[in-house]
């Protein structure tokens, strides 16, 4: 059956192909063609999703293209890719982001060696790839095997430089706690898969709200246990500043499009069963708008660009969780679009200013970048103003704003989400500024210079796309089925002021030295209120503790799993076996076969070879018989 | 139980205890041939006098069957004999053990 949903199975699979030729393949490629192959990869998944999605805006953007269908017994393993507008809208965010990170990233990685640059490309579009057939699975097999290779994938990207014992750390830590939460995520989905017997997304959903009270409201807390992690919310935070050891192209995916959005998009897709559990939807709302607080607060700290890039993540998706725990699934995926596009602006930007400054990702390293790399800078400008919420101009201020208004209209306890969130969005005016205005500083007689056409293109493509997008993001909720929502112009003015505030404190920030000094020196702000520092604590030593335990304080690979079993059958063996191997259990069988060879002894010498003997021997033992027999009667 | 059946079959267990004891007490082949004859004696005994005793011919039969058996017995027993006596001492049944080792 040719239908026009068969293209869904082209999205993912470019990015797959160019994985299998450049991470599995067996053909020596120069430079030129693993850049070539990996563009190549990296381009096509847009070039079939752009008009997937036409497709759909014209209609009928409801389709499934089943893979293959497996039945035992009473149960149906059914994979399929789904196209409906929140895949739609979705996919391609994530195929355009890809193509453009993808496209910077042949310029940024240019000096690395081929071998790593293979590694890196293969990498990068196996991410890539994950992400799409996430967002397009159709079931829960699909959507669970892209979730666990992106995480995957982020572990290798992450620890891209082997070399570097920190990349490594912080490449396990990330994989490591997201290993963690798809735990969860796993348990959601079994818990699922055994109310309604089929892996399909339409038919998990449904039994989900069908089921009993109990079971809907674990299995939705495993699913927000799962999105948490992944999106590196609180309480599973930690991990994506130190994420930030890798390239900054991987940050730029995986903070935009890709892994930490994973967890709002899962979110989203499940947001029927979420909104039948009132409680953990405020849950969701009240982790999200702490995490957006906590974030912003952070991020206002940071020395390093990336490190404050990454708590702005942090921040954002909290926004996004917000938008989702007041049941405006629409307006999470709209912000979803907004940030992915200002977020990968950011990263890919600042990328390029901090390269050329002799790869320190300090701010500092950013002072004169208005001289010396004006096309980079003034996109980093245009991005932080997006990310900031800048008025009517921007895109992030129509997607933040509706966050806002969600909470403004959610009731007593929305309006005190709204305090909190709008305090994290004045904070995130000041954090995103705070790079901008150190950038405006001179410095010598700087010479502008520009970088080449695979830097500079996806950077202006992404920099116009997040004013361009502004007037599309209240279409993009009315196409999800939302609506935008508006509070009373009161409200809206103090949230079109927010930006202003957080502008004006980010320059007395900047300009003023005793306010710059403080900032230098609050170094507990500056760790996340050290909460980092309080799991290695109450966390990861006692666990290491455990370890060396029970490898016997051998040191080496460290291996519960492993140990577990065999030190029970060490102390089993010490216990029950020992005592009995060497003396009496031994002896006596040997005993036994040396009394066999005596008993053999005495046996042949009634085989005498005398006629009489034998004669006499029959006699006797007929006698016996007869008296048996005789016995036998006898009653 | 008549007192002749009863007499009879005393004599016959007799007799077959008579020559059991002759083939374990003695040592020359020819007498533990004879020995053997005598202990066929005592169950043909006991086979006339528990036909008479029940009025059946059968157990008659039976006797001839011991005799004819005797006879084959006593047959190829001697030719044993003759065989045995020219390899060894047939005085004394207890110096061929051969089949020992």
Same mark, same amino acid.
């Given at each position: 059956m040719l239908t026009p949903f068969l293209a869904l199975l082209l999205v993912p699979a470019p990015a797959m192909g160019a994985f299998l030729l450049l991470g599995l393949g067996p053909a020596e490629l120069n430079r030129r063609a693993v850049?070539?192959?990996?563009?190549?990869?990296?381009?096509?998944?847009?070039?079939?999703?752009?008009?997937?999605?036409?497709?759909?805006?014209?209609?009928?953007?409801?389709?499934?293209?089943?893979?293959?269908?497996?039945?035992?017994?009473?149960?149906?393993?059914?994979?399929?890719?789904?196209?409906?507008?929140?895949?739609?809208?979705?996919?391609?965010?994530?195929?355009?982001?890809?193509?453009?990170?993808?496209?910077?990233?042949?310029?940024?990685?240019?000096?690395?060696?081929?071998?790593?640059?293979?590694?890196?490309?293969?990498l990068m579009n196996l991410f890539l790839a994950s992400m799409?057939?996430?967002?397009?699975?159709?079931?829960?097999?699909?959507?669970?095997?892209?979730?666990?290779?992106?995480?995957?994938?982020?572990?290798?990207?992450?620890?891209?430089?082997?070399?570097?014992?920190?990349?490594?750390?912080?490449?396990?830590?990330?994989?490591?706690?997201?290993?963690?939460?798809?735990?969860?995520?796993?348990?959601?989905?079994?818990?699922?898969?055994?109310?309604?017997?089929?892996?399909?997304?339409?038919?998990?959903?449904?039994?989900?709200?069908?089921?009993?009270?109990?079971?809907?409201?674990?299995?939705a807390a495993l699913i927000l246990a799962g999105a948490l992690g992944k999106s590196a919310q609180l309480p599973f935070h930690t991990w994506l500043p130190s994420a930030m050891a890798g390239p900054t192209p991987v940050s730029a995916l995986l903070h935009s499009a890709t892994m930490v959005a994973a967890g709002a998009f899962l979110l989203a897709r499940f947001a029927p069963l979420m909104q039948a559990v009132p409680l953990v939807m405020a849950l969701t709302a009240v982790l999200g708008a702490a995490t957006a607080l906590f974030g912003a607060a952070s991020a206002v700290f940071q020395k390093d660009v990336k490190r404050l890039l990454a708590y702005s993540s942090i921040s954002q998706i909290g926004f996004m969780l917000l938008a989702l725990g007041l049941g405006e699934p629409e307006v999470a995926i709209a912000h979803f679009v907004v940030h992915a596009i200002f977020k990968s602006l950011l990263f890919l930007s600042a990328g390029d200013i901090t390269q050329i400054a002799?790869?320190?990702?300090?701010?500092?390293?950013?002072? +004169?970048?208005?001289?010396?790399? %004006?096309? @980079?800078?003034? &996109?980093? *400008?245009?991005? =932080?103003?997006?990310?900031?919420?800048? !008025?009517?101009?921007?895109?992030?201020?129509?997607?933040?704003?509706?966050?806002?208004?969600?909470?403004?209209?959610?009731?007593?306890?929305?309006?005190?989400?709204?305090?909190?969130?709008?305090?994290?969005?004045?904070?995130?005016?000041?954090?995103?500024?705070?790079?901008?205005?150190?950038?405006?500083?001179?410095?010598?007689?700087?010479?502008?210079?520009?970088? +080449?056409?695979?830097?500079?293109? %996806?950077? @202006?493509?992404? &920099?116009? *796309?997040?004013? =361009?997008?502004?007037?599309?993001?209240? !279409?993009?909720?009315?196409?999800?089925?939302?609506?935008?929502?508006?509070?009373?112009?009161?409200?809206?003015?103090?949230?079109?002021?927010?930006?202003?505030?957080?502008?004006?404190?980010?320059?007395?920030?900047?300009f003023v030295p005793g306010l710059s000094l403080r900032v230098a020196r609050a170094r507990r702000m500056r760790s996340g209120i050290r909460i980092d520092g309080i799991y290695q604590v109450i966390i990861v030593q006692p666990f290491v503790k455990m370890v060396r335990w029970l490898t016997g304080q051998r040191g080496g690979i460290a291996d519960p799993v492993g140990s577990i079993p065999v030190l029970v059958a060490q102390r089993l063996t010490a216990a029950a076996i020992r005592p009995l191997a060497h003396d009496p259990l031994d002896r006596g069988w040997m005993g036994l076969g040396a009394g066999m060879v005596r008993a053999w002894g005495a046996g042949r010498r009634i085989q005498s070879g005398r006629v009489r003997d034998y004669a006499l021997a029959l006699a006797l033992g007929l006698a016996l018989l007869l008296l048996i027999a005789w016995g036998t009667t006898w009653r | 139980m008549s007192?002749?059946?009863?007499?009879?079959?005393?004599?016959?267990?007799?007799?077959?205890?008579?020559?059991?004891?002759?083939?374990?007490?003695?040592?020359?082949?020819?007498?533990?041939i004879i020995a053997l004859e005598i202990m066929l004696t005592g169950p043909a005994l006991a086979f006339v006098a528990?036909?008479?005793?029940?009025?059946?011919?059968?157990?008659?039969?039976?006797?001839?069957?011991?005799?004819?058996?005797?006879?084959?017995?006593?047959?190829?027993?001697?030719?044993?004999?003759?065989?045995?006596?020219?390899?060894?001492?047939?005085?004394?049944?207890?110096?061929?053990?051969?089949?020992?080792?």
């Amino acid at each position: 059956m040719l239908t026009p949903f068969l293209a869904l199975l082209l999205v993912p699979a470019p990015a797959m192909g160019a994985f299998l030729l450049l991470g599995l393949g067996p053909a020596e490629l120069n430079r030129r063609a693993v850049q070539t192959v990996a563009l190549v990869g990296a381009v096509l998944p847009a070039v079939v999703m752009l008009p997937l999605g036409a497709y759909c805006l014209m209609g009928t953007c409801d389709g499934i293209q089943p893979i293959f269908d497996l039945t035992v017994g009473d149960a149906v393993v059914a994979l399929a890719l789904k196209l409906d507008p929140l895949s739609a809208i979705v996919g391609v965010t994530v195929t355009l982001i890809g193509a453009c990170v993808i496209g910077y990233s042949i310029d940024y990685m240019a000096k690395a060696e081929v071998p790593d640059l293979r590694r890196y490309f293969a990498l990068m579009n196996l991410f890539l790839a994950s992400m799409l057939c996430m967002v397009l699975a159709g079931d829960s097999i699909v959507l669970f095997l892209g979730w666990e290779l992106m995480g995957l994938c982020s572990f290798f990207l992450i620890a891209y430089h082997v070399t570097s014992s920190r990349a490594i750390a912080a490449g396990r830590k990330a994989f490591v706690i997201t290993r963690v939460a798809d735990a969860f995520l796993l348990a959601a989905l079994l818990l699922l898969f055994l109310e309604a017997g089929n892996v399909r997304l339409d038919a998990l959903i449904p039994a989900g709200i069908a089921a009993d009270e109990l079971r809907q409201g674990l299995i939705a807390a495993l699913i927000l246990a799962g999105a948490l992690g992944k999106s590196a919310q609180l309480p599973f935070h930690t991990w994506l500043p130190s994420a930030m050891a890798g390239p900054t192209p991987v940050s730029a995916l995986l903070h935009s499009a890709t892994m930490v959005a994973a967890g709002a998009f899962l979110l989203a897709r499940f947001a029927p069963l979420m909104q039948a559990v009132p409680l953990v939807m405020a849950l969701t709302a009240v982790l999200g708008a702490a995490t957006a607080l906590f974030g912003a607060a952070s991020a206002v700290f940071q020395k390093d660009v990336k490190r404050l890039l990454a708590y702005s993540s942090i921040s954002q998706i909290g926004f996004m969780l917000l938008a989702l725990g007041l049941g405006e699934p629409e307006v999470a995926i709209a912000h979803f679009v907004v940030h992915a596009i200002f977020k990968s602006l950011l990263f890919l930007s600042a990328g390029d200013i901090t390269q050329i400054a002799r790869g320190t990702t300090d701010i500092s390293a950013m002072r +004169g970048a208005l001289w010396s790399r %004006p096309l @980079a800078f003034v &996109a980093f *400008a245009a991005g =932080a103003a997006s990310l900031a919420g800048i !008025p009517l101009v921007t895109a992030g201020w129509f997607s933040k704003e509706a966050i806002l208004a969600a909470a403004w209209l959610a009731g007593p306890f929305g309006v005190v989400l709204w305090l909190v969130a709008m305090t994290a969005a004045v904070l995130t005016a000041t954090y995103a500024f705070r790079p901008v205005f150190t950038g405006l500083t001179r410095i010598g007689r700087p010479r502008p210079s520009l970088g +080449g056409i695979f830097t500079n293109l %996806p950077i @202006a493509l992404l &920099a116009v *796309a997040t004013f =361009a997008v502004a007037p599309l993001v209240e !279409p993009i909720m009315e196409f999800l089925g939302g609506a935008a929502p508006h509070p009373p112009h009161a409200v809206e003015l103090v949230g079109a002021a927010a930006p202003f505030l957080g502008i004006a404190l980010a320059a007395a920030l900047t300009f003023v030295p005793g306010l710059s000094l403080r900032v230098a020196r609050a170094r507990r702000m500056r760790s996340g209120i050290r909460i980092d520092g309080i799991y290695q604590v109450i966390i990861v030593q006692p666990f290491v503790k455990m370890v060396r335990w029970l490898t016997g304080q051998r040191g080496g690979i460290a291996d519960p799993v492993g140990s577990i079993p065999v030190l029970v059958a060490q102390r089993l063996t010490a216990a029950a076996i020992r005592p009995l191997a060497h003396d009496p259990l031994d002896r006596g069988w040997m005993g036994l076969g040396a009394g066999m060879v005596r008993a053999w002894g005495a046996g042949r010498r009634i085989q005498s070879g005398r006629v009489r003997d034998y004669a006499l021997a029959l006699a006797l033992g007929l006698a016996l018989l007869l008296l048996i027999a005789w016995g036998t009667t006898w009653r | 139980m008549s007192g002749f059946l009863t007499a009879a079959l005393v004599l016959a267990a007799g007799l077959f205890a008579v020559g059991l004891f002759g083939l374990v007490a003695r040592r020359g082949v020819l007498f533990q041939i004879i020995a053997l004859e005598i202990m066929l004696t005592g169950p043909a005994l006991a086979f006339v006098a528990a036909g008479a005793h029940h009025g059946d011919p059968a157990g008659q039969g039976m006797f001839v069957f011991v005799l004819v058996l005797a006879a084959s017995e006593v047959a190829l027993g001697l030719a044993l004999y003759l065989r045995l006596a020219r390899h060894a001492d047939a005085g004394d049944s207890d110096t061929i053990r051969e089949l020992r080792r």
